[in-house]
């Protein structure tokens, strides 16, 4: 089955400084990428997810890219406010009937004031 | 606007018990998932239902069994609950791939504590 690894397990960034989160997978057939975010005491929510047909997706100051090639894809998030103080999971799915999501390990956001 | 609940959000069993995890979704989603949360080891996935009376095995199911009688609703069992099973334990439902939408939804979970 897919593999999914995710890195860094945490990482800490100054208020206004960018964050980078990457993650491989292993399964060429993988087609959809999703990225969650779940705060503390809370439910993971979807944050932006990217198809393999696109390489790149932005929403605000929140992108995704994705290299096929090499497997694999990377959430940024520009100007970083405490709010997105989160843990954040990425995955990776194949679109089709009756197939999971596998998930990374998740990565610990802290934004320092 | 909370659109996958599950039964409790906090639940002490004792060793041995059975234990009963539900989760109900209305939004007609055909798949439904459990996963458990542990720091350190993310979401890993216990069992899936793609339909009605269907289920298949996730990455860590030893333990656990699952039932989904109604479309809604998704039943965990832990037919003997061992301390090992102390975690956060997460519902999820999505559609179909036929949709416009993937995005898969959770439920606010249920700590779990075997003692």
């Known amino acids: 089955g897919e593999n999914v690894e995710q890195h860094p397990s945490t990482l800490s960034v100054q208020e206004g400084d960018s964050a980078v989160i990457k993650c491989t997978y292993s399964d060429s057939a993988s087609n959809y990428f999703p990225w969650y975010k779940q705060e503390l005491g809370k439910r993971p929510q979807l944050i932006i997810d990217?198809?393999?047909?696109?390489g790149e997706k932005k929403d605000q100051r929140i992108a995704v890219t994705l290299n096929k090639t090499a497997k694999h894809f990377s959430l940024h998030i520009t100007e970083t406010q405490p709010e997105d103080s989160a843990v954040y999971f990425c995955?990776?799915?194949?679109?089709?009937?009756?197939?999971?999501?596998?998930f990374g390990t998740g990565t610990s956001l802290t934004v320092i004031p | 606007d909370v659109k996958v609940t599950q039964s409790s959000r906090y639940l002490v069993k004792r060793t041995g018990e059975k234990v009963f995890l539900e989760c109900v979704q209305d939004m007609d989603h055909e798949n439904m998932f459990w996963y458990r949360q542990d720091p350190g080891l993310g979401l890993r996935l216990i069992y899936f239902?793609?339909?009605?009376?269907?289920?298949e095995k996730g990455d860590i199911p030893e333990g656990y069994s699952v039932s989904r009688e109604k479309k809604e609703r998704f039943s965990l069992i832990l037919e003997s609950a061992s301390t090992n099973q102390t975690s956060m334990y997460l519902c999820a439902s999505r559609s179909d791939w036929t949709r416009s939408s993937y995005e898969q939804y959770f439920g606010p979970g249920t700590r779990l504590t075997v003692t």
């Open positions: 239902s793609y339909d009605v009376k269907m289920k």
């Open positions: 990217i198809r393999s047909n696109v």
């Open positions: 995955a990776a799915s194949i679109r089709e009937r009756g197939n999971q999501f596998y």
